[in-house]
C-alpha cells in the first residue's frame, strides 16, 4: 500500500501564519502537522510514502529529509487544485494508494480501517459543515460531495482522506478532488464512507488552539533542562533541553515547553499551553491555552489566553489577551469566532497593550497602551 500526502498548498484562510510557511508545517504541541500524519502511516506499516509539495516546497522538503523515512518528493510548480497535485504524483503510484492532505490531523486507527478497503473515504460530523466538502449517504455509501455549501443539508463531512485504485486518475479532468469523487460516482463505481475516529482540521488560525489541546492528550513526560526546587509540576509536563524554569512557577499540564526557554520566577503556565523553543516568559506572568512558536518573548505581568502567536514575537510588560467573540471576513466568509488573538510573525507590542479578538499581521508593530478589540490588523502594519 503506497500513501500520497499532498503538502502543496498555502492554507491562505490560516492567514497571517501562513506567509513565511506552509500550513502543513504549522507546529502543533511543537511539531508540524504533517509528522503526526506521517507517524500515523508507519503506525500502519505503511513506508511508501509520497509528499506533493509547492507553496514553500523548500521548507517542506528540509522537514522530511530529517526524518528516518524515505520519502518521495514531488513539485507542484503552479498550485492549481487539489486534483492537479495527485495528477503530479501519477508516475510514481504503482496500484491502491491513500490520499491524505498534508495539514489535517488523523489517528492511526482510522487510517487502519481504510487501508484496506478498496474506493473508500473517511467521513466525520461536524459542527459547520459548510466549511468542507458535505458527505450524501445511502447504506453507507456516499451518493455526492457538495463542496462548501451555504446551506448545508448534512452535519457529515469529507476528511479530504480516500483509499483509491490507480483507476481513479481516470476520473480527474479538472483541478478538484470533489470533481472528481462526481465523475467516479457518476460512472457508476461505488465509494464507501467509513467514519473516522479522530480527524482534525484547522480551517482558520484560531482552530490551531483545539488541535493543540488534541495533540496534548497524548503528550509523555521529560523533564530536561534546570528546573527550580521551587517549581511547581502538576500533570503531564514535558520540558525540553536547556530550558531553565524559575523559582515559585506553577505549571498546570498538559503542557509542552520546547528547548532552550527561559521561564523566569512567579509565572504560572496553565493547561494546553504549547512554548515552542527559545521562548522567554518574564516573571509574573500568566498564559493558558495557547501556542507560542519559536523565539517569542513575553514580558513580565502580562496575561495570555486562547492566543497563536508566531515565530519571533516580541510582546511587552503588562500585555493583557482575553477572549471574545465578534463578526470577522476572512477570505469573504463572514465569521463570528471567540479567540484572544493571533499574531503573524514578528510581531511587536509595546507595554500595557490589551488585545480581544483580533488578527495581527506579520511585522505589526505597535505602541504602548494599544487596545486593538475585532480587529485584523494587515502586514507591516503600525499602530502609532
Not at 227 to 249: A, E, F, L
Amino acid at each position: 500500500m503506497q500513501a500520497v500526502i499532498l503538502a502543496a498548498g498555502e492554507g491562505k484562510r490560516v492567514r497571517p501564519l501562513t506567509r513565511s510557511r506552509p500550513k502543513a508545517l504549522l507546529p502543533v504541541a511543537n511539531r508540524p502537522i504533517i509528522g503526526y500524519i506521517i507517524d500515523a502511516l508507519l503506525k500502519n506499516g505503511i513506508r511508501d510514502i509520497v509528499v506533493v509539495v509547492g507553496y514553500r516546497k523548500e521548507q517542506v522538503i528540509r522537514f522530511l529529509n530529517e526524518l528516518n523515512v524515505p520519502i518521495t518528493v514531488v513539485i507542484q510548480d503552479k498550485q492549481l487544485g487539489t486534483a492537479h497535485a495527485l495528477n503530479c504524483a501519477k508516475s510514481h503510484i504503482t496500484g491502491d494508494f491513500l490520499l491524505l492532505p498534508g495539514d489535517n490531523y488523523i489517528d492511526p486507527h482510522s487510517i487502519g480501517r481504510i487501508k484496506d478497503i478498496r474506493n473508500a473515504m473517511l467521513v466525520k460530523e461536524h459542527p459547520s459543515p459548510s466549511n468542507f466538502g458535505v458527505v450524501l449517504l445511502k447504506d453507507g455509501f456516499v451518493t455526492r460531495i457538495i463542496e462548501k455549501p451555504e446551506h448545508s443539508p448534512s452535519f457529515m463531512v469529507s476528511t479530504g482522506i480516500f483509499s483509491l485504485t490507480k483507476d481513479f486518475f481516470s476520473c480527474i479532468s479538472g483541478n478538484n478532488i470533489t470533481d472528481a469523487v462526481g465523475t467516479m460516482l457518476s460512472s457508476g463505481e461505488r465509494l464507501q464512507a467509513i467514519v473516522a475516529d479522530d480527524w482534525q482540521d484547522a480551517i482558520y488560525p484560531w482552530d490551531l488552539l483545539k488541535m493543540n489541546i488534541r495533540m496534548l492528550k497524548d503528550l509523555t513526560e521529560a523533564r530536561d533542562g534546570s528546573i527550580s526546587r521551587q517549581t511547581i509540576i502538576h500533570g503531564p509536563v514535558r520540558i525540553g533541553k536547556g530550558t531553565t524554569i524559575g523559582p515559585n512557577t506553577v505549571i498546570y499540564g498538559p503542557v509542552i515547553i520546547g528547548n532552550d526557554c527561559e521561564i523566569a520566577p512567579n509565572c504560572c503556565i496553565m493547561p494546553n499551553t504549547s512554548l515552542g523553543s527559545h521562548v522567554r516568559i518574564e516573571p509574573f506572568t500568566f498564559i493558558e491555552k495557547s501556542l507560542i512558536m519559536d523565539d517569542t518573548s513575553i514580558g513580565s505581568h502580562s496575561r495570555i489566553v486562547d492566543t497563536v502567536a508566531g515565530q519571533g514575537c516580541r510582546l511587552a510588560d503588562h500585555i493583557t489577551i482575553s477572549a471574545s467573540a465578534s463578526l470577522m471576513n476572512i477570505e469573504d466568509e463572514v465569521i463570528k469566532p471567540e479567540f484572544g488573538a493571533v499574531f503573524g510573525d514578528q510581531v511587536t507590542a509595546g507595554p500595557f497593550t490589551i488585545f480581544t479578538n483580533s488578527i495581527i499581521g506579520n511585522n505589526v508593530s505597535l505602541e504602548g497602551g494599544s487596545r486593538i478589540c475585532a480587529r485584523i490588523l494587515p502586514d507591516e502594519s503600525k499602530v502609532m
